[in-house]
């Protein structure tokens, strides 16, 4: 009856809301553009701001690129001038420290440096050096585009290292330049377009340019303290795809508004239509609603909060025993509770008005007797404005009868489970704890952590400081075997409830433990014992046969050796004494003319072939000596020069022969030297024959004699066809050549490295090695001034 005298009142309140509606339109119609031309103004402002700043961080990351590479520059710098300090301390060659050191192609010294051809990379390195050291830098560019690093650890002969740009500077992706800049030379990278107009020292700080219709975004940053600076040029277009982006997505801010306030217009016209269906489906859902109320045995209510009565429907009416529904004093209702349940119901109402909701539960005294259940929340009226508590009321008897057998049920559940002495716990669906029994808790120390709704998994981790052991069944994956930290053993099997749940029960199995313990500790006892006799037999004889095979190896293989080389020394020396011998004499005519010239030249070509076969009979079998440590030298003091001027005199008729300009450079005073005549003489060959074979006609060997500390610097340069790095390591060990040079292979054993640094290692000194392919080769021994004595003698007092 309420709700009839509400809707009655609608119609007016219909009329009004239209008047609204249009006045709110005309309204719409003045503000929506101003609305939007402001929006447009802020929109517009910030994305010139979000440009500013976005080219803003753009030109500090390049300049942190371009910081980024000069530290990589300095860097590289500082791990030169450690490969220099290595290589200079003795212990590594120049050349073995540069193939092992990344990024460095060649170690060399300013001097050796120098004595390359103009147009080298070594000669042009040798030109930035002398200036790098007149300006006090460290790190230097050539025109070559190599990257000189300097060390001046001797002030006499400074020592250099180089390495190509391109392997410290990073590939540039597309639109970008990076570029390395001294006085003089300047190497770049990436699109040359982008190559910066102007010079480092204009660029003092980051900035955008524009040059031959390309706008680009520069930075530099200097390397060390040296004139060398790295440039990074990025593209940097009017408009990017951020931009663009930008652009969108203010259109799209300033769309949408524009959209809303038309659909707001639109709904206030649509608003008219809206309430008249919302009066049909009303009526519509009251008579459907009453249908179900019914047919669940439930109803609907109403109470304003300044009233004393209550409004009940028909199905509520009835569920109380009050009849047909209507208006209904509060007091009525009470009546119909039970006295002791009546402050209940009124204190329920009572707190409503603060808390905004009423659920209440109580006995109807009705024949027979109901549980009845109210439920309902604040609301506003939509006719009168005014705020109104509304729900429904149903009949609760059979589920509280069932609450109560199912409380009854759980109560003797419980009773049976605590009075089980193995530890029991229930989970949900979701394997959160419900509930668990007094052994549960004690066993696993959880008495104060335990509590209902803790996940399983935080339940394993809590008792984790009471297990000292845990192993899962082999035949069940759901059962454990766990072991507390009191010595006793438990076996929990979790099952699956039907409801999706989970059950642990856990059952003390320490006695069946411990008897299968024992009895599987006697059975790896029985079969470690089997093992370690079945072992001890055969491994004894398994040792004595393999040391008599391989003594007997060792045995033959001395053997065949000796024998080898006293074969070799008697048939091969003997024939070749008279071949050499009487190819002398036809090569000389001493028993008269041989008649035609021809026959002549192939007695010449007979004695070198036998020369060159008696030398390389010699180098093995001298070879040979070495490691059976049976050569010995006789040092003496000597002038250095004169065992070094007696091999160029041996070898100048070969280089003579190739037009090989063969040049001695040697300090005045130089002290003698304690070492052996013939080994020195023998080592110096041995490096100019090299350098001959690897030379090209009209080529230089330079020899240098120096004194270089209490040692002796022997070195032999030449401009022949150099060595790869990845060569160098290996060409001094016996019967190594680098036959790919080239592609062309030279005659010789591929001893004379070896010989070399034999010879140079039993007078205390040491050999080195340094090459630059395709430019020329530097081979150079150094020796003690006081000989191996002098050696030992440092070594002795050092020990001390």
Same mark, same amino acid.
């Given at each position: 009856m309420a709700r009839s005298q509400a809707r009655s009142q609608l119609k007016p309140a219909v009329a009004a809301e239209d008047a609204s509606a249009k006045a709110e339109a005309r309204r719409l119609r003045v503000l929506v553009p101003l609305i939007l031309a402001l929006l447009a103004v802020a929109l517009g402002l910030k994305a010139w701001d979000e440009r500013q700043s976005a080219e803003a961080v753009r030109l500090s990351q390049i300049e942190s690129e371009a910081r980024h590479i000069a530290d990589r520059i300095t860097a590289a710098a500082n791990v030169a001038v450690t490969a220099i300090s290595i290589a200079e301390g003795g212990s590594v060659p120049r050349a073995e420290t540069a193939s092992l050191t990344p990024g460095i192609d060649a170690i060399v010294s300013l001097?050796? !440096?120098?004595?390359?051809?103009?147009?080298?990379r070594l000669g042009a390195a040798a030109t930035v050096a002398g200036e790098m050291m007149e300006q006090g830098a460290l790190i230097g560019l050539s025109g070559q585009g190599d990257l000189v690093f300097l060390a001046a650890l001797d002030a006499r002969n400074p020592v250099i290292a180089l390495t190509q740009a391109s392997t410290i500077i990073p590939e540039p992706g597309s639109g970008a330049h990076i570029s390395v800049q001294a006085e003089g030379h300047v190497i770049g990278f990436g699109d040359p377009a982008l190559q910066p107009a102007a010079s480092a020292a204009d660029l003092q700080r980051p900035q955008v340019t524009s040059s031959g219709g390309v706008r680009a975004a520069s930075a530099c940053a200097p390397v060390g303290e040296g004139s060398v600076c790295v440039c990074v040029t990025v593209d940097q277009p009017l408009f990017t795809r951020a931009d663009l982006l930008s652009l969108a997505i203010f259109a799209l801010l300033v769309a949408a508004?524009?959209?809303? +306030?038309? %659909?707001l217009s639109r709904r206030l016209s649509l608003r008219q239509r809206e309430i008249a269906i919302q009066e049909t489906r009303n009526e519509e859902s009251d008579r459907i609603l009453g249908l179900v109320m019914r047919g669940a045995r439930a109803g609907y209510w109403e109470w304003y909060q300044d009233a004393s009565a209550l409004f009940l429907s028909d199905g509520a009416a009835d569920l109380v025993g009050l009849g047909e529904g209507g208006r209904a004093p509060l007091e009525e209702l009470l009546a119909r509770v039970p006295v002791e349940s009546r402050g209940y119901v009124k204190e329920g109402f009572s707190k409503a008005r603060s808390i905004g909701w009423v659920h209440l539960t109580f006995i109807a005294q009705t024949s027979p007797l109901r549980w009845i259940e109210m439920r309902g929340s604040i609301?506003?009226?939509? /006719?009168?404005?005014?705020?109104?508590? %509304?729900?429904?009321m149903m009949d609760a008897t059979e589920r509280k009868q069932a609450e109560d057998r199912v409380k009854t049920a759980e109560r003797r559940l419980r009773n049976a489970i605590e009075g089980f002495n193995g530890p029991f716990? +229930? $989970?949900?669906?979701?394997?959160?704890?419900?509930? $668990?029994?007094?052994?549960? !808790?004690?066993?696993?120390?959880?008495?104060?952590?335990?509590?209902? %709704?803790?996940?399983?998994?935080? /339940? /394993?981790?809590?008792?984790?400081?009471? /297990?000292s052991m845990e192993r899962q069944s082999e035949e069940d994956a759901r059962t454990t075997t766990i072991a507390l930290r009191t010595g006793r053993w438990l076996k929990m099997v979790e099952r699956a409830t039907p409801d999706g749940g989970l059950i642990t029960v856990g059952i003390e199995v320490t006695e069946n433990v411990r008897n299968e313990e024992e009895?599987?500790?006697?059975?790896?006892?029985?079969?470690?014992? !089997?093992?370690?006799?079945?072992?001890s037999e055969g491994h004894a004889s398994e040792l004595s046969r393999k040391y008599s095979e391989e003594k007997e190896k060792a045995e033959r293989a001395a053997l065949a050796k000796s024998a080898f080389l006293a074969n070799m020394s008697h048939e091969l020396r003997t024939p070749l004494n008279a071949v050499i011998g009487f190819s002398e004499i036809m090569t000389n005519e001493l028993a008269g003319p041989l008649g035609d010239p021809? *026959?002549?030249?192939y007695a010449k070509d007979i004695l070198m072939s036998g020369q060159h076969l008696l030398d390389m009979i010699n180098d093995i079998l001298d070879m040979a000596k070495i490691e059976a440590g049976k050569m010995t030298i006789s040092p003496q003091p000597i002038d250095p020069i004169d065992p070094v001027d007696?091999?160029?005199?041996? @070898?100048r008729r070969k280089a003579e022969e190739k037009a090989i300009d063969l040049v001695l450079e040697a300090e005045d005073n130089l002290p003698d030297i304690d070492a052996d005549h013939r080994a020195i003489r023998q080592m110096m060959l041995n490096l100019l024959s090299n350098a001959i074979k690897f030379t090209d006609r009209s080529g230089t060997i330079t020899v240098r004699v120096e004194q270089r500390g209490t040692d002796i610097y022997f070195g032999v340069t030449d401009t022949g066809i150099g060595i790869p790095a990845e060569d160098l390591p290996r060409l001094a060990q016996p019967f190594e050549q680098v036959a790919k040079t080239k592609d062309r292979n030279h005659e010789g054993t591929g001893l004379g490295l070896s010989l070399t640094k034999s010879f140079a290692e039993?007078? %205390?000194?040491?050999? +080195?090695?340094?090459? @630059? *392919?395709?430019?020329?080769?530097?081979?150079?021994?150094?020796?003690?001034?006081?000989?191996?004595?002098?050696?030992?003698?440092?070594?002795q007092r050092d020990v001390a």
């Open positions: 001097r050796d !440096a120098s004595q390359s051809p103009d147009g080298s508004p524009t959209f809303t +306030l038309f %659909g609301s506003t009226d939509p /006719v009168t404005g005014t705020t109104v508590f %509304g729900g429904i716990a +229930l $989970w949900d669906t979701r394997k959160r704890l419900l509930y $668990w029994n007094r052994a549960f !808790a004690l066993d696993f120390g959880l008495q104060d952590t335990l509590r209902p %709704g803790m996940s399983h998994d935080t /339940v /394993v981790i809590a008792r984790a400081g009471a /297990v009895l599987k500790k006697q059975k790896e006892k029985l079969r470690r014992a !089997a093992l370690d006799l079945e072992r021809s *026959y002549k030249e007696a091999a160029m005199r041996m @070898i039993m007078h %205390g000194g040491r050999m +080195l090695l340094s090459s @630059i *392919y395709g430019e020329g080769t530097t081979v150079a021994f150094v020796l003690p001034i006081g000989g191996p004595a002098a050696v030992r003698f440092d070594i």
